[in-house]
């Protein structure tokens, strides 16, 4: 399939390396950095460090392999974490809290990804004899499966000080956190601020081809550079691919705004197709989840009929996603528009 051809809506992980980065990965100055010698991964360790305002950071092969190392590194058996129920590190990570915290998530309700602090308080466990110890709660911003609603500040403060009056550590997956800043006017700061650890992705809405970091205290990502060795992520002269991380963090943030005025675009322009269930002024970022119902089709006939007109998109467990990217330009939006107006009419 020659995916050139293609208006690829799958994801925000789609994109193909910027030519700026392609330059900056073959002139890296690398190092072995699993010796702790290569200097592009320590600029980019530090800088995502100074943009979080947190202590250390650590380059993750993946955002999953970053959130089960925040997990592992905060937790131990016998232990609970509670999560929010539709979250992706509890739904989509192939149960490495299980697997490899050997920890019990307890799933939480939310409105579009606000836990209620109360709820959460509710299920705060101090740890007994029948009873787990709840040690870790994770959220997650913007959130993925709520269709990439972006999580209020003020829900996350009242997490994190209610965590802190218990002795819990919060972890945020904020493999979209750019895009809940760059949508709300909210500095990345501030919601760092309200999580002990981060998990934030490079290889999504800011296109570096691989790559994600973990930012937290110094002696936490200390011990986390342990436990990614042990998974065997510890990676030699990875500064050929830092060196595209540097670009994602310095040049392709603010762009992100592009993506969401797309994504805008195109839910305005479905939404009153039949067969679509879906509220543009619930799509915030770069993500659009629709509910799909139709009388004729059904959600795999109509996605392969869109695949037939060259715009990929993918099934999710409330219908439909579509994701805008920096590869997706204002004539792939209206290819899609034509495609469902084609389709559905
Ligand atoms: N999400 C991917 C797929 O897994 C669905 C996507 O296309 O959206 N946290 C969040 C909120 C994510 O959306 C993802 C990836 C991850 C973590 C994991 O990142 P990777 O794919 O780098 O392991």
């Known amino acids: 399939m020659n995916m050139e051809r293609y208006s690829d809506f799958r994801s925000d992980t789609v994109t193909r390396p910027t030519p700026e ?12 950095d699993v010796l702790g010698d290569d200097p592009t991964v320590q600029e980019l360790e530090r800088l995502a460090a100074d943009k979080l305002g947190k202590e250390a950071s650590l380059y993750m092969p993946s955002g999953t392999m970053g959130n089960a190392v925040a997990v592992k ?18 739904n989509m ?23 209620d602090p109360e709820e959460v308080e509710r299920n705060i466990k101090p740890g007994s004899v029948h009873l787990p110890r709840t040690s870790l709660i994770c959220v997650e911003n913007t959130h993925n499966n709520w269709g990439g609603a972006v999580v209020p500040l003020e829900n996350l403060v009242a997490i994190r000080e209610l965590a802190d009056r218990f002795g819990i ?10 895009n809940a ?26 296109s570096a081809p691989v790559g994600s970091m973990l930012v937290g205290p110094k002696d936490f990502i200390a011990h986390g550079r342990r436990v990614r060795k042990a998974l065997g992520g510890g990676m030699r002269q990875v500064g050929v691919l830092a060196a595209a991380g540097l670009i994602a963090l310095n040049a392709m943030v603010d762009r992100l705004a592009e993506d969401h005025a797309r994504a805008q675009r195109l839910a305005r322009s479905i939404s009153q197709l039949p067969g679509i269930q879906l509220d543009p002024a619930e799509v915030e970022t770069d993500i659009i989840i629709f509910g799909f119902e139709h009388p ?15 715009v990929l998109a993918l099934p999710v467990p409330q219908g439909i996603r579509f994701v805008t990217n920096k590869d997706i330009g204002d004539e792939d939006v209206d290819s899609a528009v034509s495609a469902f107006q084609d389709i559905l009419s």
């Open 21 to 32: 980065m392609r330059r900056a990965m073959a002139e890296a100055v690398v190092g072995d």
């Open 169 to 178: 550590r919060v972890h945020l997956d904020g493999a979209r956190m750019f």
């Open 296 to 310: 004729r089709l059904t959600a795999p006939e109509f996605l392969e009929a869109l695949k037939v007109r060259r």
């Open 181 to 206: 800043s760059v949508a709300s006017g909210v500095p990345v700061q501030q919601y760092a601020d309200a999580a002990d650890s981060v998990m934030f992705c490079l290889s999504k809405g800011l």
């Open 93 to 115: 990570e192939s149960t490495h809290m299980t697997f490899i915290s050997r920890v019990n998530p307890r799933p939480l309700p939310s409105q579009r990804g606000a836990m």
């Open 73 to 90: 590194s905060w937790t131990q058996e016998l232990d609970e974490v509670i999560v929010e129920a539709r979250s992706h590190i509890y």
